[in-house]
């Protein structure tokens, strides 16, 4: 399976309001395995940043003034997350800037390209009645992030590709093998003969018994195990 991990920053809160996006970092990752392959660029929004947003990511008009207009990028854009899963923290806020810069281009939505999972939704489900912003998972999945002095792109994706990882890490036993080496390499020579496996005997067990049993009417009752 094929999924972008992706975040952006934008000039302000509302694409209605005419906000527009000026950064977008994403990951690729394949079977749950990162695989290198990133995608990032800054953009020249061709308007003024809200003061509250600059306060946010620190990018400046004065940085973007040289940057690439989205219509510029969206065709490498597209191609990189083209048939993926988006993974998205708070996905409408990103998916809703991202279709209005394809609206302009009388292209999108997001949704002809690729589908979306939002990981502040799933986030909510597993955590409910408790802080799911990104900071928040990051403590509560031991996912370093003390390098965030500001909010960038590429840096949060990377970020939330970690804490959904976290996340999900119970996915893994529907089909990946997660034994240890070490637990691996004993099976292995279990099977080969190499190892023998020593069972109790009669004596053996029925000692084990009658010491459950003195545990049990020691603690008033049977064990659980």
């Not at 489900?125 to 408790?130: D, M, N, S, T």
């Amino acid at each position: 399976m094929r999924q972008i991990v992706l975040d952006t920053e934008t000039t302000g809160l509302d694409p209605a309001q005419g906000h527009r996006v000026i950064e977008i970092g994403a990951l690729e990752i394949v079977n749950r395995q990162p695989t290198g392959a990133t995608y990032h660029v800054y953009l020249n929004p061709q308007r003024e940043i809200d003061a509250g947003a600059m306060a946010v990511h620190g990018l400046t008009n004065e940085f973007l003034a040289d940057k690439p207009r989205f219509a510029d990028i969206a065709p490498d854009f597209l191609e990189f997350v083209r048939d993926a899963e988006l993974v998205i923290h708070n996905a409408p806020f990103d998916v809703g800037f991202l279709n209005a810069e394809l609206a302009k281009l009388k292209d999108g939505p997001v949704k002809r390209y690729c589908t979306v999972l939002d990981t502040l939704k799933m986030a909510k489900g597993l955590h409910p009645g408790q802080k799911n912003n990104l900071d928040a998972l990051c403590r509560r999945y031991e996912v370093d992030n003390s390098g965030r002095a500001f909010h960038g792109a590429l840096l949060d994706a990377q970020l939330l590709a970690e804490v959904y990882l976290a996340m999900t890490r119970g996915q893994e036993s529907l089909g990946i093998d997660i034994a240890t080496p070490a637990q691996t390499e004993a099976a292995t020579l279990v099977r080969r003969g190499v190892l023998k496996v020593l069972r109790a005997d009669e004596a053996e067990r029925a000692s084990h018994t009658a010491y459950l049993a003195a545990m049990a009417k020691e603690c008033g009752e049977a064990a659980a195990w």
